[in-house]
């Protein structure tokens, strides 16, 4: 049983994921969104947590790859069907790689004999430090200022949060 556990929550989100695909596609509005598309992340990053974390001697990659994979949905989703746009991504970029840094930790607390994962995880949680020093002004970022031309959206064209164009530093406003 416990091999299958990975695969009924893979299943369960893969069914999540298109039960939101199909009211979606039938018109049925959702609260502020067009299409929650991080949800299809959810599943196999959850698949691949409970996979490796039943393994004997526990799998530090799956550890890794399902711990980045719910918390990048996460902050996609924030920006998808939560009150954040894609213009906010401007400031939230170094969350990616605190995201990241979390995840080699937990890949070190999964396999206490893999230094590699602890020291990927100082690296990254420096980066991440840099890069929000870097968007709030003290290396030299603008404090969240722009002066970045907005972009508008297509909805009918390209479909509901989907750019028309993306070029340079432009803000998108979907």
């Known amino acids: 049983m416990r091999g ?3 695969s009924l929550v893979f299943r369960g989100g893969m069914i999540l994921a298109g039960a939101c695909l199909f ?3 039938v018109g049925v509005p959702l609260s502020g969104c067009g299409l929650p598309w991080p949800l299809l992340l ?3 990053a959850m698949s691949s947590l409970v996979q490796s974390l039943n393994h004997d001697p526990r799998d530090s990659g799956g550890v890794w790859f399902g711990v980045t994979g719910l918390l990048s949905a996460a902050v996609l989703l924030y920006i998808t069907i939560g009150s954040g746009e894609w213009s906010d991504l401007a400031t939230l970029w170094p969350v990616f790689p605190a995201a990241a840094g979390v995840s080699w930790l937990a890949a ?3 396999r206490r004999d893999e230094i590699a994962s602890l020291v990927m995880a100082l ?3 420096v980066a991440s430090v840099l890069g929000y020093a870097s968007v709030t002004g003290p290396l030299g970022g603008r404090g969240g200022t722009s002066d970045a031309q907005s972009v508008d959206c297509d909805p009918g064209g390209t479909g509901p949060g989907i750019p028309r164009s993306v070029a340079g530093t432009e803000s998108l406003r979907c």
Request: glycine share 20%; aromatic share 6%; net charge positive.
């Open 4 to 6: 299958k556990q990975g």
């Open 123 to 125: 690296v990254a949680g």
């Open 108 to 110: 070190w607390i999964a």
């Open 23 to 25: 009211v979606c596609a």
């Open 42 to 44: 959810t599943g196999p």
